[in-house]
């Protein structure tokens, strides 16, 4: 059984840097075809995919955040982390992991959330 | 463009069809991939490629696709399928991906 969770602070300030983790189990990061993207959720608002990291260690991140990202795996811990720079009340979100099978090209299992909030 | 449009809400009759659409360039490349997310949840795959389900999803859910536009149909409406619904797909560079803002289907 594929599962994945995240975690991470659920408060963070202004400015500061968040750093999620995502764990993971029933498949491996080591294996062809298998990536891990992170999305995010605004309260009330639409899914917007931020990153992936792929089983041979390709990284992509979105357009607009580009410069705050950086991704990053643990094969052997299953871990994927995420860090965004200079956070922002906007970056308020609940935060997904998802595995992409490139078989199927899309994110077919997904982790439960972390809701973070960003305020002084 | 990489954008993928789909209408705000729709809503259907207990047992009736409902066809949520979702228009974008990169769907002429791509295929979309669909998503349930019901309040509080995480979304959920439904449809992904051509018209495929993951195992689990109930077969009144299909997938089609032409030219810019991906539809997702749901044939026969339970109450449980009363959730929002995202289409998401790669954008036009291919390394990107891109969702939708999503359909709040209200069964009645």
């Known amino acids: 059984q594929v599962t994945l969770r995240e975690s991470g602070p659920a408060l963070v300030k202004p400015t500061q840097t968040l750093t999620l983790t995502c764990t993971f189990s029933?498949?491996?990061?080591?294996?062809?075809?298998?990536?891990v993207s992170w999305i995010r959720q605004p309260p009330g608002k639409a899914l917007e995919w931020l990153a992936r990291?792929?089983?041979?260690?390709?990284?992509y991140y979105s357009t607009s955040l580009k410069t705050r990202l950086t991704i990053s795996k643990d094969t052997f811990k299953n871990q994927v982390v995420l860090t965004m720079t200079n956070m922002d009340p906007v970056d308020t979100a609940t935060y997904y992991c998802?595995?992409?099978?490139?078989?199927?090209?899309?994110?077919?299992?997904w982790g439960q959330g972390t809701m973070v909030t960003v305020s002084s | 463009s990489s954008e993928l449009t789909q209408d705000p809400a729709v809503s259907v009759a207990l047992g009736q069809t409902v066809r949520i659409t979702c228009q974008g360039d990169s769907l002429r490349s791509y295929y979309a991939s669909w998503y349930q997310q019901k309040p509080g949840q995480a979304p959920v795959l439904v449809i992904y490629g051509k018209n495929n389900r993951p195992s689990g999803v109930p077969d009144r859910f299909s997938g089609s696709s032409s030219g810019n536009t991906a539809s997702l149909t749901i044939t026969g409406a339970q109450a449980e399928d009363e959730a929002d619904y995202y289409c998401n797909s790669r954008d036009s560079g291919g390394n990107h991906y891109v969702f939708a803002t999503g359909t709040k289907v209200t069964v009645l």
């Open positions: 990291i792929d089983w041979d260690d390709d990284k």
């Open positions: 029933g498949f491996s990061l080591s294996t062809s075809g298998m990536c």
């Open positions: 998802a595995r992409i099978d490139t078989q199927m090209g899309a994110f077919d299992i």
